[in-house]
């Protein structure tokens, strides 16, 4: 009785053999190996996601600032008051503009100057005048003037409002810097100080074009038209007469280099209307 006890004890507990182990570790490392796979294409795919909200974000915010502003050009806001040829009259604004760590931002043809004339309100520069920085892709460069009474709302280009007890003379001034950020530099002309504001980052270029009404004696205020700031300067009275805004940005692609990914960078585009005009004017 003693030796069947001994012999089943031993029975019970004899260990898995070596191929077993070697069968069972390999199929441990399949399925290790593929929940890692799961895990890591779950990755890949969140931060992808990730970055595409990032870069919708960034789209959203851009256009906003550079619609909001925009739109407003030419604004000021009592008529009893102010008259259009006297709140925005003939002025040249020189701003320094600069990116987050302080370079200037260099113009191939010397600094950057805008020219306004009386009542105007529009006024940019072409890529092919003005760096993005010292050294790169070139891009344009728009600036909006507008009067704003404390209160009144009007958004600037930094997204602040003017909350003072005195209307305000305005002019932003949108760029790319070197760092590729949307930036725009805000002058206040009646306190004769200008801020650089970098707004939204991952912006490689931009570029404007100017919906004008050239045919002026049709009386349609129909825009027949859409020029480069270079095409605008060698026409009489263009700056007077833009209707619209084209803005084209280039984003950076956060999923360049993916399977399908092939662009660097992706463009957007909006068209704003400058003082909500709708290309028509009653005959």
């Known amino acids: 009785m003693r030796a069947l006890h001994l012999k089943v004890s031993a029975s019970k507990t004899r260990g898995f053999t070596l191929i077993e182990i070697m069968i069972s570790l390999a199929i441990a490392a399949f399925l290790l190996g593929g929940l890692l796979t799961i895990v890591g294409y779950m990755n890949r795919t969140y931060q992808s996601q990730t970055s595409l909200a990032a870069l919708q974000n960034h789209e959203r915010v851009a256009m906003t600032l550079l ?14 008051t102010y008259q259009i040829n006297t709140a925005f009259p003939t002025a040249t604004y020189a701003p320094t503009l600069t990116d987050a760590n302080g370079n200037t931002i260099t113009a191939v043809n010397g600094s950057i100057s805008l020219s306004y004339v009386p009542s105007e309100a529009v006024n940019g520069l072409d890529g092919s005048y003005t760096y993005k920085g010292t050294t790169g892709t070139q891009a344009d460069v728009i600036s909006a003037r507008f009067y704003t009474a404390g209160g009144d709302g009007v958004i600037l280009c930094n997204g602040s409002t003017n909350t003072g007890a ?3 003379l305005y002019v932003n001034t949108f760029f790319i810097d070197s760092n590729n950020n949307l930036s725009c ?22 570029t404007i074009t100017y919906g004008v009404r050239t045919l002026l004696n049709l009386n349609n205020g129909a825009v027949d038209s859409y020029l480069t700031s270079a095409q605008m300067s060698g026409t009489t009275n263009s700056w007077l007469n833009v209707v ?6 280039n984003f950076v692609n956060p999923l360049y280099g993916q399977p399908g990914q092939t ?7 909006r068209v704003i ?7 028509v004017i009653p005959v």
């Open 273 to 279: 209307a400058v003082m909500a005009q709708n290309g």
């Open 244 to 249: 619209s805004v084209t803005v084209t940005l």
């Open 185 to 206: 530099a805000l002058t206040n002309v009646t306190a004769g100080t200008t801020v650089v504001y970098p707004l939204v980052p991952g912006v490689t270029g931009m």
């Open 166 to 168: 005195t209307p305000v």
């Open 67 to 80: 619609g909001d502003v925009i739109q407003e050009a030419g604004y000021f806001p009592d008529p009893t």
């Open 263 to 269: 662009l660097q960078t992706l463009p957007v585009t």
